[in-house]
């Protein structure tokens, strides 16, 4: 049997931290993957004549090179930190080459390490990674694109983390996200630095406006502890909760509406979902909590004003919000899984042609209807663009008391039109 690429699991303390087998592969090893440091960590075990390859910036052709060596019966070594399967290029390399090409020796992580110096259990702990390309300093609104979004999401979800941090996005400027996100009174942050070497350190207990300002050796990992994680309701939160227009106080998605319209649109955790016409915001920023992303737009100015109250009040943070009349400023959106229109401004057959284009194979729309008129166009216009369509009338009657008595007053009815891509 062909002898597999050897993907060791390393430490910054050198051959110390090695495993016997993993030593006597050092011994014999006739192409070496990794970078400049790792190398010169066990340049004593290494042969002065093994190749070495350089993986800064050329990750995807790391596999090639693991291939090629392969094919000349070579010991082909590649050197992740720590465990190469927790965050490292382990998985990676598994996906491209098959498990047969690929044996994983894996070692401590820095990540166990770094807990262990805090003497804090990390059973229950959720480990992120901020190895990405260098997108900027974060603020609430960006999308999935920034690799933070995702990040300040499990913070503020999560009552414990262990960040493996990246000299771009370092300690300063994850923290500096944690405040823009409006989480710092409740968040603890503890930072350790070159584990295992002799300048090791190891500060805790500090807040980000601390860290924030701060300058942290490289490499280093991150703890954040949320004393007060986010722990409202997914959804169906009652209509009070959310700002509404004045005088037209009303105005607003009814809550048992909200709850058949977000079933409806069939979300998972990484829903892309457009709300358009989005009033106060009710049915997008509750969808934001069981989806990836939302991007919102409404054309009246003050009603978008709200729609961001809104998302501050709830501390949404995958929640873009956007001030424009649709169809205009949605090319630059990520085509949806899910789109809800509760509002069209009269240009609800652009609209719909628009969405039957950008929507995903298996996507949903749904809208939600108060007049004949409107329900009309909507059922001739997809009938036109092919699309299957259901419909659900809802009429709602609230209990309201009268004198030592309790009355139904009724809603207003609605009409719920879902649609989706014909087959």
């Known amino acids: 049997m062909a002898e597999p690429c050897h993907i060791i699991g390393v430490l910054d303390n050198g051959p110390e931290g090695l495993h016997g087998q993993s030593v006597g592969l050092m011994r014999r090893a006739q192409v070496v993957i990794g970078v400049p440091r790792t190398f010169a960590l066990f340049e004593d075990l290494l042969p002065e004549e093994a190749q070495r390859l350089d993986l800064t910036g050329h990750l995807d052709k790391v596999p090639q090179w693991v291939q090629r060596g392969l094919q000349a019966e070579e010991t082909v070594l590649v050197l992740a930190t720590g465990d190469p399967l927790c965050h490292g290029i382990g998985s990676y390399l598994v996906k491209k080459l098959g498990l047969d090409a690929c044996q994983i020796h894996p070692n401590t992580s820095v990540m166990q390490w770094a807990f262990a110096r805090l003497g804090l259990p990390w059973q229950k702990a959720q480990i992120l990674s901020a190895h990405t390309a260098d997108c900027g ?23 414990l ?63 954040v502890e949320n004393t007060a994680p986010q722990r409202l309701p997914l959804f169906g939160l009652e ?23 977000l079933a409806q649109l069939r979300l998972h ?124 009338q809802m009429q709602i009657s609230r209990s309201q008391p009268i004198l030592e008595m309790h009355r139904m007053q009724a809603e207003n009815p609605v009409w719920i039109l879902t649609a989706r891509h014909g087959t």
């Open 161 to 223: 983390l262990g960040i493996f941090t990246s000299p771009e996005n370092d300690p300063a400027r994850i923290a500096q996200a944690i405040q823009a996100a409006g989480m710092g009174e409740h968040v603890l942050l503890h930072v350790a630095q070159q584990l295992l070497l002799d300048d090791e350190r190891v500060e805790r207990d500090l807040s980000p406006a601390t860290v924030a300002a701060g300058h942290y050796a490289q490499p280093n990992v991150m703890i």
């Open 137 to 159: 300093a974060w603020q609430p609104g960006l999308g999935p694109e920034h690799p933070l979004t995702g990040v300040m999401q499990s913070i503020q979800q999560q009552p």
């Open 269 to 392: 955790r990484e829903s892309i979902v457009w709300d358009i016409g989005a009033g106060s915001g009710s049915i997008g920023l509750e969808a934001a909590r069981m989806a990836g992303h939302v991007y919102a737009i409404e054309k009246n100015g003050p009603d978008r004003e709200i729609m961001e109250a809104n998302r501050q009040q709830m501390g949404c943070l995958n929640y873009s919000a956007y001030l424009g009349e649709a169809p205009a400023g949605l090319e630059n959106w990520p085509d949806p899984d899910a789109v809800v229109i509760g509002g069209s401004g009269g240009h609800l057959a652009p609209l719909l042609a628009l969405v039957a284009q950008r929507l995903l194979p298996e996507g949903r729309l749904v809208m939600n209807f108060v007049t004949l008129e409107n329900l009309t166009t909507a059922l001739d216009q997809l009938q036109r663009l092919g699309m299957v369509w259901e419909l659900i």
């Open 239 to 261: 209509d009070a909760s959310y700002q509404q227009r004045k005088p037209d106080k009303g105005l607003i998605t009814k809550k048992e509406v909200r709850v058949v319209t």
